[in-house]
């Protein structure tokens, strides 16, 4: 990460005072990257706006509904997950919780997650002003189906835990 950024994986990000807070971010230098499930309501890369936002989508075989967020300042990150998506329903009508992760090895899990799903190049959309949901393109010869890597993942973790 560098010395200033935010991940956010959500399903949803409708909320324009949570959105107005990542434009204003983006302009102060901020590198932001979001995976949006689903509706994605800022529009990331316009020039004096965003142009500190990439954004992907990714729907593929299995629902998720994990929200990881990672900030970072000054090479110091601090991880969150979440119940809500970010929109106004969730954040004003309803109780929702974020909560802090401390221990390292669930945030080196989270962080090798997100880092899986960055690196999608068979599911991953980008999310931009045109909303053409054009296929991420990557110059690496393996394929990366992150839902099918996760489990590929937590699979080895398991069977580390289980065979000692």
């Given at each position: 990460m560098t010395a200033k950024s935010i991940i956010l994986k959500i399903n949803n990000l409708v909320d324009n005072d949570m959105i107005y807070k990542l434009y204003n971010a983006s302009r102060s230098g901020v590198k932001i990257k979001l995976?949006?499930?689903g509706i994605c309501s800022l529009i990331p890369g316009v020039p004096g706006l965003s142009d500190n936002i990439e954004a992907i989508s990714i729907v593929d075989k299995y629902l998720e509904h994990s929200r990881i967020f990672i900030f970072c300042?000054?090479?110091d990150e601090k991880y969150y997950i979440s119940s809500a998506d970010w929109m106004t329903r969730n954040l004003d009508n309803r109780i929702?919780?974020?909560s802090p992760v401390y221990d390292k090895d669930i945030q080196r899990e989270l962080k090798?997650?997100?880092d899986i799903i960055l690196r999608d190049n068979k599911k991953a959309r980008i999310i931009?002003?045109?909303q053409a949901n054009i296929y991420k393109q990557?110059?690496?010869p393996e394929t990366i189906r992150s839902q099918f890597k996760i489990y590929?993942?937590?699979?080895?973790?398991a069977e580390r835990r289980v065979n000692g």
């Open positions: 995976i949006v499930r300042n000054n090479d929702e919780v974020a090798d997650n997100i931009d002003e045109y990557y110059s690496t590929d993942y937590y699979k080895t973790i």
